[in-house]
Nanobody, 125 residues
């Protein structure tokens, strides 16, 4: 069985930082693209960032460029999302996802094959 487990969410004041982690297990994921998505109450799940299996290429939604950084450590089976300069509008449940395509970065929810359970991020003003 494939499992993705997120951690690192919490409550932070505007301007603060959090680092989310997503650990995968069940099979070798070193050749999977990994992505982060988020879903705020009453809104659709939206793409945040993605990284190819080798970590050489990344993609971000415009609203987080310059503030968020996605990275991965395949030796530790973990992908990270460093979030700086957080804003109240970043408040959402953040989900980690894996795409069986190792080299293609996608913004589409439907392109990802495995999902974590989500971790809540709340940014107070």
């Amino acid at each position: 069985q494939v499992q993705l487990v997120e951690s690192g969410g919490g409550l932070v004041q505007a301007g603060g930082s959090l680092r989310l982690s997503c650990a995968w297990s069940g099979r070798s994921f070193s050749r999977n693209t990994m992505g982060w998505f988020r879903q705020a109450p009453g809104k659709e799940r939206e793409f945040v960032a993605a990284i190819t299996w080798g970590g050489g290429t990344t993609l971000y939604v415009d609203s987080v460029k310059g503030r968020f950084t996605i990275s991965r450590d395949n030796a530790k089976n973990t992908v990270y999302l460093q979030m700086n300069s957080l804003k109240p509008e970043d408040t959402a449940v953040y989900y980690c996802a894996a795409d069986n395509e190792p080299l293609t970065l996608s913004r589409q929810v439907g392109e990802y094959d495995y999902w974590g359970q989500g971790t809540q991020v709340t940014v107070s003003s």
